[in-house]
């Protein structure tokens, strides 16, 4: 079976049904290649994900970068959310060590289950 990739923010949703690309940040142990992608628990596409060059640890220049196909409004707020996410969880313990950036492209989108998602 294909790993799989979940986003549950509606903004992340919208912009990959309308751009069919995300920057997101994700532990540093994916496996690079074809992913199933799902919204919430429902599976609507298939992806392909590569992580993206020098960006452990989060250099901000590098999210700079991306940030505007990342689904936050500026590099502050997408911090702020990984801060949430990874720090108060304990996923990561100096700062950003075990994290890095990921392109996730859709390959192909599945009829079934989309139409739940007024994206």
Known sequence: TMPAIVFTMKEHKELLRKRGIIYTVR?????EGKVTIYFGRTRVAR???KKVPNSDY??????EKYVNLSGFKDVKEWLN????????R???????SNLALYEVKVIE???VGLDRFNV
């Open 27 to 31: 532990l540093n142990n994916k496996k």
């Open 47 to 49: 992806g392909e994900l």
């Open 58 to 63: 989060l250099p901000i220049g590098v999210l």
């Open 81 to 88: 959310h990984i801060d949430e996410v990874f720090l108060l």
């Open 90 to 96: 304990g996923l990561t313990g100096e700062k950003y």
């Open 109 to 111: 989108w599945f009829d």
